[in-house]
C-alpha cells in the first residue's frame, strides 16, 4: 500500500482525542467534567428539530441541489442583510455539512505549493492542518493576551509577500474568545487594497456570540474587499446544531460556482432534513439563541473570576465565543502536561493551548459550555489538585 504523501501532513482536533479520553476514563467509572469540547451544551430548539422531522416525514429524502434547497440560501441572505447590513445573491451562498467544509473548501482551492497562507495562532487547529495538507506554507500570525487576543493589523500586513493567496481572520476567535475591534478591521482592510492577490476567509462562526453593546464587527460589509471575501458561518454554535452538520459560505460569484464543483465531487449535498431545520433556524423565532447567550454570560463571568484566583494562572475576559483561555506559566506546568494530569488526576477535560498552534504554550483552554455548578466544581478541583502537585 502506497499512501500519498501529502496524508502525513494533515493534522487533527485535539478536542476530539480529549473527548475521546474523557469518556474512555468516565467508563471506568471516574468523574470527569469536561470543558474540552467546544459545543454548546443546550439542545437544538424544539421547532428546528420539528422542522427536521417534518421534512423527513414529508418526503424530503432525496439529493437537493449541491449549494442547498433555494429556501435555505434564500433564509442565509435575509439574515446577511438583516445581522450584517449587505445584501447578497443566494446564488453566493454555499450550504455544506459544517463550518469547516467551507475552511477546507477555500484553502483546497487557494492552496498549492508555492502559494502562502495566513492564519491565526493560536487558531483553529484545522486551519494549520489544511494549510499543509494543500501543499501551501502556512504563515502564522501571532495573537497576543495583552490586546485581549486581537491582532495588531499592522502586524499581519507585514507578514504579506507576493505569495499571499488567502488571509484567514477568526473573530469571535477559537480558542481565545478575542474579538477583533472594527477600528482594527477597518486597518486590515485598507491595508489590504495594496495586495489586490490576498483573498480574505473570514470565519464568523461565533458571530452571534459576543458579549456586551457593541455589535459584531463583521468583514462582509467591506465594499473594497467584497469581491474577494469568502465567509464562513453556520448553525452548530448558534442554534446548538453541532451534530445535524451545516453550515455556510457567503463566496464572490465565480468562487461559488467553483465551491458548489468541490461539493458535487466530496458530499452532493447537505442531508435534506438538516437543510429543512436549517431554515425554520433562521427564520424562526430567535428567542432560545438569546436564552442561551444570557447563560453563557454569566457563565463566563463565573469561569473567569474562579480562573483568576487559583495560584499561577491569568485569565483575561473574553469578548465573544464561549471560552477562556488563562495563561498557566505561573503554575510552571507545560500546557501539555497540565492538560493530560488535570484530566487524569483532576477529573476535569481541558484542551493545551499548544493544540492551537505554537503561540498557545503558557495557556489552556476551557470552554464553558457546561453548568455553573460544573464550572464551580472543576475549578475547584483544579485548585485542591494544584496545592498538592508539582511540575
Ligand atoms: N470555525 C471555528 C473557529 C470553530 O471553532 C469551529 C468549530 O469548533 C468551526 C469553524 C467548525 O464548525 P462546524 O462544527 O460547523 O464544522
Redesign the pocket.
Known amino acids: 500500500m502506497q499512501i500519498a504523501a501529502r496524508m502525513s501532513m494533515l493534522g487533527t482536533e485535539s478536542?476530539f482525542e480529549v473527548l475521546a479520553r474523557a469518556k474512555g476514563l468516565e467508563a471506568k467509572g471516574q468523574s470527569i467534567i469536561n470543558l474540552g469540547i467546544?459545543?454548546p451544551d443546550f439542545a437544538t430548539p424544539p421547532h428546528i428539530v420539528e422542522a427536521g422531522r417534518k421534512a423527513l416525514a414529508d418526503g424530503h429524502h432525496g439529493y437537493t441541489p449541491a449549494n442547498g434547497i433555494p429556501e435555505l440560501r434564500e433564509a442565509v441572505a435575509a439574515d446577511m442583510e438583516l445581522r450584517r447590513g449587505v445584501k447578497i445573491d443566494p446564488a453566493q451562498v454555499v450550504c455544506v455539512p459544517?463550518?469547516?467544509?467551507t475552511?477546507a473548501f477555500a484553502m483546497l482551492m487557494f492552496g498549492e505549493a508555492g502559494a502562502e497562507i495566513m492564519y491565526p495562532d493560536p487558531g483553529?487547529p484545522?486551519y494549520a492542518s489544511v494549510v499543509k495538507f494543500s501543499g501551501a506554507t502556512p504563515v502564522p500570525y501571532p495573537l497576543y493576551e495583552t490586546n485581549g487576543f486581537s491582532f495588531s493589523a499592522e502586524e499581519v500586513l507585514a507578514k504579506i509577500t507576493p505569495r499571499t493567496r488567502l488571509l484567514i481572520v477568526?473573530s469571535p476567535?477559537?480558542p481565545t474568545g478575542g474579538v477583533v475591534p472594527k477600528s482594527e478591521l477597518d486597518k486590515l482592510v485598507a491595508g489590504l487594497e495594496k495586495h489586490p492577490q490576498v483573498v480574505v476567509m473570514s470565519?464568523e462562526?461565533?458571530a452571534r456570540m459576543v458579549y456586551g453593546n457593541a455589535p459584531h464587527a463583521s468583514l462582509l460589509p467591506y465594499e473594497s474587499i467584497r469581491d474577494r471575501l469568502i465567509l464562513?458561518d453556520?448553525?452548530?454554535?448558534t442554534y446548538a446544531m453541532?451534530g445535524w452538520?451545516?453550515?455556510w459560505g457567503v463566496w464572490p460569484g465565480p468562487l461559488a460556482e467553483m465551491a458548489t464543483r468541490l461539493s458535487i465531487n466530496v458530499h452532493s449535498c447537505v442531508n435534506a432534513a438538516t437543510q429543512w431545520a436549517g431554515v425554520a433556524a433562521l427564520n424562526g423565532p430567535q428567542d432560545s439563541v438569546d436564552g442561551m447567550m444570557k447563560a453563557f454570560a454569566e457563565r463566563r463571568t463565573v469561569i473567569v473570576e474562579a480562573l483568576n484566583r487559583l495560584p499561577g494562572f491569568r485569565c483575561v475576559m473574553p469578548g465573544g465565543a464561549f471560552y477562556a483561555f488563562p495563561n498557566i506559566a505561573g503554575t510552571g506546568f507545560t500546557a501539555r502536561a497540565l492538560q493530560d494530569r488535570l484530566l487524569d488526576e483532576a477529573g476535569v477535560a481541558t484542551i493545551a493551548g499548544t493544540s492551537f498552534g505554537e503561540q498557545g504554550e503558557g495557556y489552556i483552554r476551557f470552554s464553558y459550555a457546561n453548568s455553573t455548578d460544573n464550572i464551580r466544581e472543576a475549578v475547584k478541583r483544579i485548585g485542591a489538585w494544584l496545592e498538592k502537585s508539582r511540575p
Open positions: 478536542a467546544g459545543q459544517g463550518g469547516k467544509v475552511m483553529f484545522i477568526n476567535a477559537n470565519d462562526i461565533y464562513l453556520g448553525w452548530s454554535k453541532t452538520r451545516l453550515g
